[in-house]
C-alpha cells in the first residue's frame, strides 16, 4: 500500500471516529438533556452505557484486562484528605442551597443510603469511568487534543452529559470531579483509582444530601 492510500485511510478512520465521537459525547447527551422526559432519561443512559462499552470493546489494541494495570498505584493519605474535603464541600454547599435535604437520607433514611453506597460504586461510578476516562482515552486518543486541553475537555464533556439535571451544581461538581478523575485515570495511571475516587464523590453526595440535584424527578427544564 503506498503512502498516500495509507494516509487516505488514516483520514478516513479520523473522519469516522470525529463523528462517533461527536455523536457519542454531545449529541446524544444533549438530545437527552432536552428532548427525553424525566422518566426516560434513565432507561437512555443505560442503553448510552451498552453502547459505549461495545465500542470500548471493539476498539483496536483495547483488552479489558488493562483495566487492572495500577490498580493499586493510591495512597491512603490521598484518598483520606479527599473525602474530608469532599465532605466538607457538600456539607457546606447543600446548607447553603438546600438546607432542608441536608443529611435527610443519613438521618432518615439510612437503610435506603446503605442500598445507594452499595450500588453506586458499581452502577454508576464504574460504568462512568469506563464511558468518560478508558472509551474517551482508549478509543479517541488519535483525535484528540495534546497539553492541557486534554483533561479540559474530558471534564467539560463528562459535566456535559449530566446536562439532563439542568443544575449549576452538578454541572460545576462533574467538571470539578472530571479533571480529578481524568488525573487518576492519566497521571496515576489507574482505572480503578478513578472509579474509587468517583465512588467516594457520589456516595459523600448522597449523603450530604446534594443528592436531590442528581434525582431525574427534581429536573426543571429552563424552558
Known sequence: MSDRSTARGLQVSNLRLKAEFVAFYIAVPLLIAVLFPPDWMFPALFFF???GIALLHRTPGFSWAELRYGWRNWRWAEVTGFSLAMAAICSALVMATRPDAAFYLLLN????????????????????E???RTLFYRRYHAILPDGAALPLLNAGLFAFAHLMYWSW???A????????????YR???SFFY???LHAIAGNIIFAAGLGVFFYSGNVQRPF
Open 130 to 132: 469506563l464511558l468518560f
Open 169 to 171: 451544581i452538578v454541572t
Open 49 to 51: 452505557t451498552a453502547v
Open 173 to 184: 461538581m462533574t467538571f470539578a470531579g472530571g479533571l480529578l478523575f481524568s488525573w487518576a
Open 187 to 189: 497521571k496515576r495511571g
Open 194 to 196: 478513578a472509579v474509587l
Open 109 to 128: 433514611r439510612p437503610e435506603f443510603l446503605a442500598v445507594i453506597w452499595l450500588g453506586y460504586p458499581l452502577l454508576s461510578a464504574l460504568p462512568q
